[in-house]
């Protein structure tokens, strides 16, 4: 069974029974041909969203035909609402989970000993409402005892509920205007409807898929459409996805899956005619302001000129020779035939750094240390050493007296983690930027001087509209970016474009040895720079013009 969320305020859920009663050509006796088959959960998972949508907006059409009540949609377009109902009345009804404090423990105890059975959320919410109204009465020379406190609850949490319930029939039943027929939006409404949805899909995710526009078209759409059943819902949300999804659209989508290479036969192909081996609604989409974004972002991480650190006082604020530490980025990472040093018989070479780090871990360090790229990234599993790489490196960035090390995260519990590991100057990329919640306005973002540097932890938690807002600030500021974050994590928020490609800065791989993406000759090419240009070292420290396809490494 596949469960569908409808709508959490409704509380209703829909099933879908992932089974199929076919022939199966495969059995070994005709009697055994006729048998129950489980469909791919993989495709049902996929319309999950567009089946929401649909299931939560015939249910409010429903709702409001056959009752008359208002369904109005949530704010935050998760769920609908029953208008009328108080925020009071939910919450008294609510089944989040609160905190218990020790008398509410002690109500909670009392509880199970008479009922043998624990008390849902709702009846120990209402039971915390019960303990700090009690609270704050006269107090008694003696305190009431568990089973008192237990029956006075019990008496008045059926009182209020009653009392509640009672008033609902008449703020919700028979509304003014429920269930009456709206005018279906055309022409230019419309369009601006198709546009926010796409928009508002796009800012999900850097590509989504039709099911997903679907859920975002019905929610910009009326809350009330005339009592349509379940049929015209599915139709008219249909018909609009298509219309979104139309070249030369209002939203400007643009489809990123390839065509089939190589033309399939007839029988491998479904009665609608798609391949077999093909899911329905597989199709990834994107938009064309979502490239451009992209293109941009990629030819600014190509650029050279921002901050850096010479070579000479890089290598000895990371307590390592430069002659050794170049070489040995030469040996591993560079061209054949690039200069360096032959490795010591038996792989007895001491240590790049005697500042406590690795030696691919030196060597990555080294690199965006001196790269003076205005994007340099910094990649490696978990586990691999980048916190401890990236503190070491913010510190020899603040003794060279170039600028600040300011930490960027996805979240203030982040950017205070980031903090005590030695970045004092860490902040959440909402306060950084000064978004201002509920808003696409900002309010400026924080200071940035020349020379300093910006890491973005976790990048690939980040979308694009962001790297790029983080990109715009350290460009007019003079200040370099350094991206951290672990290979092929968060999916879903890769690249829109398909041959789209990050220049790789450095890559640790937690052994003596740096795994850079140059091992992948086929994606990569090479800029025109000569041998021992700090620019341009190899995959390792991301040689400007080298380039690497996303999952490549």
Same mark, same amino acid.
């Given at each position: 069974?596949?469960?569908?969320?409808?709508?959490?305020?409704?509380?209703?859920?829909?099933?879908?029974?992932?089974?199929?009663?076919?022939?199966?050509?495969?059995?070994?006796?005709?009697?055994?041909?006729?048998?129950?088959?489980?469909?791919?959960?993989?495709?049902? +998972?996929?319309?999950?969203?567009?089946?929401?949508?649909?299931?939560?907006?015939?249910?409010?059409?429903?709702?409001?035909?056959?009752?008359?009540?208002?369904?109005?949609?949530?704010?935050?377009?998760?769920?609908?609402?029953?208008?009328?109902?108080?925020?009071?009345?939910?919450?008294?009804?609510?089944?989040?989970?609160?905190?218990?404090?020790?008398?509410?423990?002690?109500?909670?105890?009392? +509880?199970?000993?008479?009922?043998?059975?624990?008390?849902?959320?709702?009846?120990?919410?209402?039971?915390?409402?019960?303990?700090?109204?009690?609270?704050?009465?006269?107090?008694?020379?003696?305190?009431?005892?568990?089973?008192?406190?237990?029956?006075?609850?019990?008496?008045?949490?059926?009182?209020?509920?009653?009392?509640?319930?009672?008033?609902?029939?008449?703020?919700?039943?028979?509304?003014?205007?429920?269930?009456?027929?709206?005018?279906?939006?055309?022409?230019?409404?419309?369009?601006?409807?198709?546009?926010?949805?796409?928009?508002?899909?796009?800012?999900?995710?850097?590509?989504?898929?039709? +099911?997903?526009?679907?859920?975002?078209?019905?929610?910009?759409?009326?809350?009330?459409?005339?009592?349509?059943?379940?049929?015209?819902?599915?139709?008219?949300?249909?018909?609009?996805?298509?219309?979104?999804?139309?070249?030369?659209?209002?939203?400007?989508?643009?489809?990123?899956?390839?065509?089939?290479?190589?033309?399939?036969?007839?029988?491998?192909?479904?009665?609608?005619?798609?391949?077999?081996?093909?899911?329905?609604?597989?199709?990834?989409?994107?938009?064309?302001?979502?490239?451009?974004?992209?293109?941009?972002?990629?030819?600014?991480?190509?650029?050279?000129?921002?901050?850096?650190?010479?070579?000479?006082?890089?290598?000895?604020?990371?307590?390592?020779?430069?002659?050794?530490?170049?070489?040995?980025?030469?040996?591993?990472?560079?061209?054949?035939?690039?200069?360096?040093?032959?490795?010591?018989?038996?792989?007895?070479?001491?240590?790049?750094?005697?500042?406590?780090?690795?030696?691919?871990?030196?060597?990555?360090?080294?690199?965006?240390?001196?790269?003076?790229?205005?994007?340099?990234?910094?990649?490696?599993?978990?586990?691999?050493?980048?916190?401890?790489?990236?503190?070491?490196?913010?510190?020899?960035?603040?003794?060279?007296?170039?600028?600040?090390?300011?930490?960027?995260?996805?979240?203030?519990?982040?950017?205070?983690?980031?903090?005590?590991?030695?970045?004092?100057?860490?902040?959440?990329?909402?306060?950084?930027?000064?978004?201002?919640?509920?808003?696409?306005?900002?309010?400026?973002?924080?200071?940035?001087?020349?020379?300093?540097?910006?890491?973005?932890?976790?990048?690939?938690?980040?979308?694009?509209?962001?790297?790029?807002?983080?990109?715009?600030?350290?460009?007019?500021?003079?200040?370099?970016?350094?991206?951290?974050?672990?290979?092929?994590?968060?999916?879903?928020?890769?690249?829109?474009?398909?041959?789209?490609?990050?220049?790789?800065?450095?890559?640790?791989?937690?052994?003596?040895?740096?795994?850079?993406?140059?091992?992948?000759?086929?994606?990569?090419?090479?800029?025109?720079?000569?041998?021992?240009?700090?620019?341009?070292?190899?995959?390792?420290?991301?040689?400007?013009?080298?380039?690497?396809?996303?999952?490549?490494?």
């Amino acid at each position: 069974m596949c469960p569908v969320h409808a709508s959490r305020s409704f509380g209703s859920r829909n099933a879908i029974l992932n089974r199929v009663l076919r022939e199966d050509p495969l059995a070994s006796r005709p009697g055994d041909r006729r048998a129950w088959r489980t469909l791919d959960g993989t495709a049902l +998972y996929a319309a999950k969203p567009a089946a929401g949508a649909i299931a939560e907006r015939t249910l409010a059409e429903y709702l409001s035909a056959r009752l008359g009540v208002q369904a109005v949609a949530r704010a935050d377009g998760n769920g609908w609402e029953i208008a009328g109902v108080s925020e009071a009345v939910r919450d008294q009804f609510s089944s989040r989970r609160r905190a218990i404090g020790p008398r509410v423990r002690q109500l909670v105890e009392e +509880y199970e000993r008479k009922h043998d059975r624990t008390p849902d959320a709702r009846a120990v919410w209402s039971m915390a409402q019960f303990v700090t109204l009690d609270s704050r009465r006269a107090k008694a020379h003696s305190a009431p005892s568990r089973e008192t406190m237990l029956a006075h609850w019990e008496a008045q949490s059926r009182r209020a509920e009653t009392e509640a319930l009672s008033a609902i029939p008449d703020a919700v039943l028979g509304r003014p205007g429920a269930g009456r027929a709206a005018r279906p939006p055309g022409g230019a409404q419309l369009r601006r409807i198709l546009a926010a949805a796409v928009a508002d899909a796009q800012r999900c995710k850097a590509t989504f898929s039709r +099911y997903e526009l679907t859920r975002m078209i019905s929610r910009h759409l009326p809350d009330c459409l005339g009592g349509l059943d379940g049929g015209q819902v599915t139709g008219l949300l249909e018909e609009l996805t298509s219309q979104a999804l139309r070249p030369g659209g209002p939203g400007g989508t643009v489809l990123l899956t390839a065509p089939e290479m190589v033309p399939v036969p007839a029988a491998y192909r479904r009665a609608d005619g798609l391949s077999l081996w093909r899911r329905h609604g597989a199709e990834i989409y994107t938009t064309r302001g979502q490239l451009d974004t992209e293109t941009r972002l990629l030819h600014a991480a190509a650029q050279n000129g921002a901050p850096r650190i010479a070579p000479d006082r890089a290598a000895a604020l990371l307590g390592a020779d430069r002659a050794r530490i170049e070489a040995r980025l030469w040996r591993e990472h560079g061209h054949p035939g690039a200069p360096g040093v032959p490795a010591a018989p038996g792989g007895g070479e001491p240590p790049l750094s005697s500042a406590g780090l690795a030696d691919d871990q030196a060597q990555a360090a080294y690199g965006v240390l001196t790269s003076g790229r205005a994007i340099d990234i910094l990649v490696g599993p978990a586990g691999t050493g980048k916190t401890r790489t990236v503190a070491r490196l913010a510190q020899a960035w603040r003794d060279a007296g170039t600028g600040r090390v300011i930490g960027l995260t996805t979240s203030t519990n982040a950017a205070h983690i980031l903090a005590a590991e030695g970045l004092a100057h860490s902040h959440s990329l909402a306060d950084f930027l000064g978004r201002i919640e509920g808003s696409d306005r900002t309010r400026g973002h924080l200071p940035v001087l020349p020379g300093d540097l910006l890491v973005v932890d976790e990048a690939s938690m980040v979308s694009t509209a962001d790297l790029a807002a983080v990109q715009d600030i350290a460009t007019r500021c003079g200040a370099k970016i350094l991206l951290t974050g672990a290979p092929g994590s968060c999916p879903r928020r890769r690249p829109a474009a398909r041959c789209g490609c990050w220049p790789v800065s450095t890559a640790i791989t937690g052994s003596t040895r740096c795994s850079g993406s140059s091992r992948s000759g086929s994606a990569r090419r090479r800029c025109g720079c000569a041998p021992g240009t700090p620019a341009c070292w190899p995959s390792t420290t991301s040689a400007a013009g080298s380039w690497t396809a996303p999952g490549s490494r």
